[in-house]
Nanobody
Framework: VQLQASGGGLVQAGGSLRLSCAASGRTFSNYGMGWFRQAPGKEREFVAAISWSGDSEWYADSLKGRFTISRDNAKNTVYLQMNSLKPEDTAVYYC??????????????????WGQGTQVTVSS
């Protein structure tokens, strides 16, 4: 699976962004999808995940209520809606794919395909 993330940019605190991740190459609906982020000088961390069917969603505790993950299997795309953005949300955001429900949704090593990342910068 090739993953192409887009939608990042510069936004003021309190604003919103929607990230997209377009998949190609294999059957998208066979893969659970996740979003991770990495801020400068920090490790990559789990943001959100969605099951291969779209029936289940999971979020980092600190992001619940502000971020929403969704997918459109007909468009081979997963989205991350980010609202009420804060400067601490500044990071490179990566989408990733794992085979069905393999591994655990929050673990980097569960994901076998990764996108190139899209920069999100939130100004105060």
């Amino acid at each position: 699976v090739q993953l192409q993330a887009s939608g990042g940019g510069l936004v003021q605190a309190g604003g919103s962004l929607r990230l997209s991740c377009a998949a190609s190459g294999r059957t998208f609906s066979n893969y659970g999808m996740g979003w991770f982020r990495q801020a400068p000088g920090k490790e990559r961390e789990f943001v959100a995940a969605i099951s291969w069917s779209g029936d289940s969603e999971w979020y980092a505790d600190s992001l619940k209520g502000r971020f929403t993950i969704s997918r459109d299997n007909a468009k081979n795309t997963v989205y991350l809606q980010m609202n009420s953005l804060k400067p601490e949300d500044t990071a490179v955001y990566y989408c990733a794919a794992r085979w069905y429900s393999s591994g655990v949704y929050y673990a980097l090593h569960s994901y076998i395909y990764w996108g190139q990342g899209t920069q999100v910068t939130v100004s105060s």
